[in-house]
C-alpha cells in the first residue's frame, strides 16, 4: 500500500482535463484553473500527511500473513508519538499556505475574473459564508474526491485503513501539523455545529457513534459552483447567523454612550446578559446589530422553537457569537410554546455565551437575573436631528432642507432608511435618472408598506387642493394642516414642546353632513405630505366579542405607525362615541371601549383624522384631545357652481349646453353633485345617447333626490338662464 502513494499524489496533482468546461466557456476555465492553485496547497498537505505515515512504526510481518497485534516495542513507539504532539493554542489557519508563485497567480486570476464576469467562485464562497482559509480547503479536499477516486486511496494509506476511503473529521484532524488544541478546535468547525454543515455545504455521509470518525460529502450542487459566477447565498447560508448591515454603528442613537458600554461589557464578560427594550420607532434591531459590531462580536440569534436551542446555544459558543433573542413572541402565552419560558430560563442561566435580550416590552425572569448579571437600555425615538443625519448618509445628494422634511414626515428606523435608499436608488435607475432623492417618497411607502392590512383600506392620494370645493377660510386650515405637521418636529423637539406630555402626533376632527368633503380634505392632507391614507374598515374593527374591538383597534393604530400614513376614521361618532351611564354589563363594556380609544388616540404620534356627521355624539373626552377642529358646512351657490364645474369630466359627450344656473341654486352637497352626473351618463348610456342631454341631468337629479329622502319641488329647474356651459 505504501509503495504506491508517490504515484497516486503524482495522479492527483493536478485535476484531469477531461473536466475542463467545453464550449469555451471563458469564466469556467478561469475557475478550474483557480481551483488548481489552490489543490497544490492540498496537496503538500496530503504529501506531508504521507510521509508522516510512511515512517511512523508498524508492526512486523509474520510469515506470510499481516501480523495484526501491537507489540509492547509499538505501543512504547505511538505513546512517544503522542507526547509529542504540542499543546497549542486553537488557531486555525489554512493546511498549506500558498507559495509566493501561487499567490502572484491568484492575484492575476482575480484581476482577469474581475475584469470579465466578478469574482471568482472560491472568493466569492469564503466571502459570502464567511469562511475560514481552512474550512474552504476542507471543502476542496471534499470537492476533489468526487473528481478523482484516487484521493479516497490517499485517505485510507494516510488514516491506514483502506476501508475508510471518504473524507472524515479524523482524516481533517490529521492533515497538517495540528497539535492537541487545534485537533479539538477542527472538530468543532465540522461537527454539526460547524459553520460548514449549518450553511448546508457539507453533510455527514455516514454518522459514526465516535463523532470523529463522521464521514463528509459535498451538498448537492456546491461543485456545480465551484465554476460558476453566481451567488452562493441563495441556498448556502445560516439562517441563525445574522449578516451585519455594511456600515453598521450606534451613531444614530440618543443613548450611543450606554450602548457602546453596555457592548463593551458583554465582550469582556463583565455582563452575561443585556437587555434593549423600545417601540418599533426606536430601532430595536438595528441597535443590536451596533452592539455586535462595537463588541467585535458575531451575532447568532435564538430561534424559539424548544427543539433546537440545546444546538442553537451550542452554535453560537462554538462560534463565540452574541447571543441574540427578540423576546416579544413570550409576551404573548397563547404564542410562546408550552413551557418555552420555563426552558428558556434554565437554558439562559447555564451558557456562557453574552446575551443579549430584545423587544418592545422588557421581559426579565426573576431567575434568569437571580443567574446572570444583568443590565439594560431602554431607547427612546431618534431624535429629528439624528434622522436628518441618517437621511444624509443614505442619499449623498440631500441638502438639509430636504433631509429636514424627510425626517418630519417619516419617522423611520435606520435600518427602514437604508432600505429607502437602495429602493430610490433601484428606481432611479430603472427610469435613467441619476439623483434617486425625486424618488424618496415612492420608496418610502413602498418599504413601509410591505405587510398587509387586516382592519384598514390603503388609499393612495389622487385628488390635490384644486378638486377641494370648501369656503377659502376653510379651505387654508385644510391646507394647515399638513403644514402644521411638517412643522411637528421644530415645535415638538427644537422649541421643547413635546415636553408638555401633549402625546405627540396631531389629532384633527372634521365634522358636517356627509358628502360635504371630510374624506376628500383628509385624501388632500395626505397628498400634500406625500403620505398614503389608511382608511379604517369598522366593519372588521367592532366585534360583539368582549375585548377584540380593542385587541382589533391596537393592530390598526400599530399597522398605521408602521407604515407612516395618515389614519383616517370615517364616521368616527360609531367608535368615538359618548360613555353613558352603566345600565348593564354591555354598557360597562361599551365604556371600557370608548376608554381604550381615548388612551390611545393620545398615544398615537402620528397625523390622526378622524370624520364625524354628528360631532355632538362623540365624546366631550375626545373633542379636547383635538389640536384642529374643523366644521365643513353645506356648500352654499358659489361653491356649488364649481362643483357643478367640476363634476362634468372633459371628455364626457353633451347635447348642447347644459343649463347649470337653476341646478346651483339646489341645496345639493358635493358627493351629491358627483352621484347626480353619474347617474345621468349612465342612464344616457343605457338609453344608447350618444351624448347626455339636460333631461338626462335633471333625472339624474331626481333620482339622487330619492336616495337621500329627499322631496324635489316641481319648479326646481324653472327660471331663466343667463349661465351655461358646454363641455367639448
Not at 103 to 123: F, K, S, V
Not at 206 to 230: K, N, Y
Not at 347 to 361: D, I, K, M, Q, W
Request: net charge neutral; glycine share 8%; charged share 25%.
Amino acid at each position: 500500500m505504501r509503495k504506491r502513494s508517490d504515484s497516486l499524489l503524482r495522479q492527483t496533482a493536478s485535476p484531469p482535463e477531461r473536466d475542463a468546461p467545453k464550449g469555451g466557456d471563458a469564466f469556467a476555465r478561469l475557475a478550474l484553473r483557480d481551483l488548481r492553485i489552490h489543490l497544490k496547497g492540498v496537496h503538500r498537505a496530503l504529501r506531508s500527511a504521507v510521509a508522516r505515515q510512511a515512517i511512523s512504526p508498524l508492526p512486523e510481518l509474520a510469515g506470510e500473513t499481516d501480523r495484526v497485534c501491537v507489540t509492547p516495542s509499538d505501543a512504547e513507539s505511538m505513546l512517544i508519538e503522542l507526547d509529542a504532539l504540542p499543546n497549542d493554542a486553537p488557531e486555525l489557519g489554512a493546511l498549506c499556505q500558498p507559495t509566493e508563485l501561487e499567490g502572484r497567480q491568484r492575484t492575476e486570476l482575480r484581476r482577469t475574473a474581475q475584469a470579465q464576469h466578478g469574482r471568482l467562485p472560491i472568493d466569492r464562497l469564503q466571502s459570502e459564508c464567511s469562511l475560514s482559509d481552512f474550512e474552504i480547503d476542507v471543502l476542496l479536499i471534499c470537492a476533489a474526491t468526487e473528481m478523482d477516486r484516487s484521493y479516497g486511496r490517499l485517505f485510507g494509506y494516510i488514516l491506514d485503513d483502506m476501508s475508510r476511503q471518504a473524507p472524515s473529521i479524523e482524516l481533517f484532524c490529521r492533515l497538517g501539523h495540528p497539535g492537541l488544541g487545534e485537533r479539538l478546535a477542527r472538530r468543532d468547525m465540522l461537527g454539526k455545529r460547524g459553520r460548514l454543515r449549518r450553511c448546508g455545504l457539507l453533510h455527514a455521509s455516514e454518522d459514526h457513534a465516535m463523532p470523529v470518525r463522521t464521514q463528509l460529502a459535498l451538498s448537492d450542487g456546491v461543485l456545480e459552483r465551484l465554476t460558476w459566477p453566481g451567488s452562493w447565498r441563495d441556498r448556502f447560508y445560516d439562517s441563525a447567523a445574522i449578516e451585519l448591515p455594511e456600515g453598521i454603528s450606534l451613531d444614530c442613537f440618543e443613548q450611543k454612550g450606554l450602548l457602546l458600554r453596555l457592548a463593551s461589557m458583554l465582550r469582556d464578560g463583565e455582563l452575561g446578559l443585556g437587555g434593549v427594550w423600545g417601540d418599533r420607532a426606536s430601532g430595536v434591531d438595528d441597535a443590536v446589530f451596533g452592539i455586535a459590531a462595537a463588541a467585535g462580536l458575531p451575532l447568532h440569534k435564538l430561534p424559539l422553537d424548544p427543539a433546537r436551542i440545546d444546538d442553537e446555544l451550542a452554535a453560537a459558543q462554538t462560534r463565540g457569537a452574541l447571543l441574540w433573542i427578540p423576546t416579544d413572541p413570550l409576551a404573548d402565552p397563547q404564542a410562546a410554546s408550552p413551557g418555552l419560558s420555563a426552558t428558556l430560563i434554565e437554558r439562559l442561566s447555564r451558557t456562557a455565551s453574552p446575551v443579549c435580550l430584545s423587544g418592545a416590552s422588557p421581559w426579565r425572569p426573576a431567575p434568569l437575573l437571580a443567574a446572570r448579571d444583568y443590565a439594560e437600555v431602554r431607547l427612546h425615538t431618534a431624535s429629528g436631528g439624528l434622522r436628518e443625519r441618517l437621511w444624509r448618509q443614505a442619499i449623498d445628494s440631500l441638502d438639509d432642507h430636504r433631509a429636514r422634511d424627510l425626517a418630519a414626515r417619516f419617522r423611520l428606523t435606520p435600518g427602514e432608511v437604508r432600505s429607502v435608499a437602495r429602493v430610490a436608488k433601484a428606481h432611479a435607475a430603472l427610469c435613467g435618472e441619476t439623483d434617486p432623492a425625486a424618488r424618496l417618497d415612492d420608496a418610502c411607502r413602498q418599504v413601509t408598506q410591505w405587510q398587509g392590512l387586516r382592519f384598514a383600506l390603503l388609499v393612495e392620494p389622487r385628488r390635490g387642493a384644486d378638486d377641494l370645493i370648501l369656503p377659502p377660510d376653510l379651505h387654508r386650515q385644510v391646507l394647515e394642516v399638513a403644514r402644521f405637521y411638517r412643522s411637528l418636529l421644530q415645535v415638538d423637539e427644537s422649541w421643547g414642546f413635546n415636553r408638555l406630555g401633549h402625546g405627540g402626533g396631531i389629532k384633527v376632527l372634521f365634522t358636517g353632513d356627509s358628502g360635504t368633503g371630510k374624506t376628500l380634505a383628509a385624501e388632500v392632507i395626505a397628498g400634500e405630505l406625500g403620505l398614503d391614507l389608511l382608511k379604517i374598515d369598522l366593519s372588521q374593527i367592532v366585534s360583539k366579542w368582549v375585548g377584540e374591538t380593542e385587541k382589533n383597534l391596537e393592530i390598526a393604530f400599530r399597522e398605521a405607525e408602521a407604515s407612516q400614513t395618515l389614519l383616517f376614521f370615517d364616521e368616527a361618532d360609531t367608535l368615538f362615541g359618548k360613555r353613558g351611564e352603566v345600565r348593564g354589563g354591555n354598557d360597562r363594556y361599551a365604556n371600557l371601549e370608548v376608554g381604550f380609544l381615548l388612551q390611545r388616540l393620545e398615544q398615537f404620534s402620528g397625523l390622526a383624522v378622524l370624520a364625524s356627521n354628528l360631532r355632538d355624539e362623540i365624546d366631550q373626552a375626545f373633542i379636547r384631545r383635538f389640536q384642529i377642529v374643523l366644521h365643513f358646512p353645506r356648500p352654499k351657490e358659489e361653491e356649488r357652481r364649481a362643483l357643478w364645474r367640476m363634476a362634468f369630466p372633459p371628455a364626457a359627450p353633451f347635447s348642447g349646453a347644459i343649463d347649470i344656473d337653476p341646478i346651483v341654486k339646489l341645496d345639493m352637497t358635493g358627493a351629491s353633485i358627483v352621484g347626480a352626473t353619474r347617474m345621468a351618463a349612465l342612464l344616457a348610456a343605457d338609453a344608447g345617447s350618444e351624448a347626455i342631454s339636460e333631461a338626462h341631468l335633471q333625472e339624474g337629479i331626481r333620482r339622487q333626490y330619492r336616495h337621500e329622502s329627499r322631496v324635489l319641488s316641481a319648479s326646481a329647474f324653472s327660471g331663466d338662464p343667463h349661465f351655461a356651459t358646454r363641455r367639448r
